[in-house]
């Protein structure tokens, strides 16, 4: 089972509003990714974080989205104003550092834009 | 744009057959390959990786990797109905630290 915990497991918006989804990496791991993997199984690198500092992130994550990962707390992503495209599986993954170590997944959280 | 391309889109093996399943990535710079598999409504585990060119074993699992042509591919020999999965194949360089995953595989085995 794994060890990197999301919540809500289901999301459900309307468009326009905001979704927010957390995330506690596993203990230990100083990185955290997020991914959106979307019907097609499709994967899209979002954002991801060394301790509490943004590494890299695309365009859209930096436009639309907010995300942290605050000392002590779980880590966040928000979508400030959900689209219908936005509908898909959020994924994220913590490691002990990035380019040589294995993900870890946590289940997800399924956002339906309505 | 970094590009992993894994082939085919999806395959069906029969039970206890030889699954092959191939990815390439479009990045020369890319150091490091995974393979994950993801089961119908789990998140992806990783299966195998391998970073040097040749030929990793794990129990029915070998991948190979080729650094000059920036191909790998993985074998599933004897293949078992739990191996019915989407197989992703994903790609890093030692600078970026960010997975790239490829469209997948959705293997499929028949009893």
């Known amino acids: 089972n794994s060890k990197v915990i999301q919540t809500p497991r289901y999301l459900v918006k309307g468009q326009g509003q905001k979704a927010k989804m957390r995330c506690i990496p596993e203990?230990?791991?100083?990185?955290v990714f997020w991914y959106q993997q979307n019907k097609n199984n499709e994967f899209k690198f979002l954002i991801n974080f060394q301790n509490q500092e943004v590494l890299q992130q695309i365009d859209m994550t930096e436009k639309r989205f907010s995300a942290e990962c605050p000392s002590n707390s779980p880590c966040s992503l928000e979508i400030q104003s959900s689209e219908a495209g936005d509908s898909a599986l959020y994924l994220c993954a913590s490691s002990l550092w990035s380019s040589q170590n294995t993900l870890y997944f946590g289940a997800g959280t399924r956002l339906s834009v309505l | 744009q970094q590009k992993v391309q894994q082939s085919p889109e999806s395959l069906i093996v029969p039970e206890g057959g030889m699954a092959s399943l191939n990815c390439t990535s479009s990045?020369?710079?890319?150091?490091y390959f995974w393979w994950y598999r993801q089961h119908s409504g789990k998140s992806p585990k990783m299966l195998m990786?391998?970073?040097?060119?040749g030929e990793k074993e794990e129990g029915r699992f070998t991948v190979h990797l080729n650094k000059a042509s920036l191909h790998t591919s993985l074998h599933i020999r004897d293949s078992q109905p739990s191996d019915s999965a989407l197989y992703l194949c994903a790609a890093t360089n030692y600078n970026q630290g960010k997975l790239i995953f490829g469209q997948g595989t959705k293997l499929s085995i028949k009893p």
């Open positions: 990786s391998i970073f040097s060119n």
């Open positions: 203990k230990g791991h100083p990185v």
């Open positions: 990045d020369r710079n890319v150091d």
